[in-house]
């Protein structure tokens, strides 16, 4: 049986288990001022207990005491950028779906459809997903506009880009593959087309349509920060 179940921690080693000291107005307008500069994340007074909560976890996992010891290990630590990708992961919301907003994907195939079909001969159409979290939202693009071409009767030039804040998200994207239960409510022929099963009660993106998506960790606001033309 080892150490920790026979002993109860000591008060020095139970640090984890005390609860965090209450965020005081000044740490939060500092944090609120680093996650809105960096992320464009703004954190309305009611989304305090949110961010405590989720700094708290993250500070308790790895032996941070104190809101401000934290800033100081996000800002200037040795370790600040790994750290700052790990936060800015646990801070954002991923909530995301195939076909998540049916009318921005209905609005995207009329406009592709409704163009002269020469205009895609010459130049191929590329689509973006700026937040694209786990990938649902670029692949329902590239199934949305394998359809498109497949109407104009055209080749299928086509590619999508997935970017996203979010290391591991974007991971997970490129990887491609989904619990079966993401497939509920799509349409069967979409279903039977553009997925197949795979291992564990998942699903995959058929390689046809994976390979016109490509992913990249991308924080939009440094966009900004890009060289200029001219
Ligand atoms: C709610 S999800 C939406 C996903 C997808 N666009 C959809 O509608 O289904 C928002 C995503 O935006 C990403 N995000 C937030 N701030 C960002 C930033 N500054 N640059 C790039 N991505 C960001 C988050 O990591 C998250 O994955």
């Known amino acids: 049986m080892s150490e920790l179940h026979n ?6 080693s139970a640090w984890f288990l005390r609860r965090l000291p209450d965020m005081d107005e000044a740490q939060f307008k500092q944090w609120q001022a680093l996650l809105e500069h960096r992320t ?37 630590g040795p370790d600040a950028i790994r750290e700052w990708s790990t936060l800015v992961d646990r801070l954002t919301v991923q909530e995301t779906r195939f076909f998540r907003d049916p009318d921005a994907f209905r609005l995207v195939a009329d406009y592709v459809v409704t163009r002269p079909r020469e205009q895609f001969r010459k130049r191929p159409i590329e689509a973006w ?58 349409e069967e022929n979409m279903k ?15 390689d046809s349509i994976r390979e016109r998506v490509c992913f990249t960790r991308l924080n939009v606001l440094d966009l900004d920060k890009a060289p200029m033309h001219g």
Do not use: H, W
């Not at 002993?7 to 020095?12: D, L, M, V």
């Not at 700094?55 to 800002?75: D, F, K, N, P």
């Not at 694209?132 to 590619?159: H, I, K, R």
């Open 129 to 186: 997903s700026v937040g694209c979290s786990t990938g649902e939202e670029p692949y329902t693009l590239a199934m949305v506009l394998n359809e498109c071409m497949g109407q104009l009767d055209l080749q299928p030039l086509y590619g999508v880009t997935g970017s996203d804040i979010s290391t591991p998200v974007i991971e997970k994207a490129r990887i491609g593959q989904f619990s079966a239960r993401k497939l509920l409510g799509m």
């Open 40 to 76: 464009g994340m703004a954190l309305p007074a009611e989304r305090r207990s949110f961010l405590e909560t989720n700094l708290g976890i993250r500070m308790r996992e790895i032996g941070c005491g104190s809101y401000q010891a934290y800033y100081e290990t996000i800002v200037s």
């Open 192 to 206: 039977t087309r553009y997925f197949r099963p795979a291992e564990r009660n998942t699903v995959e993106i058929i």
């Open 7 to 12: 002993n109860p921690p000591s008060a020095e």
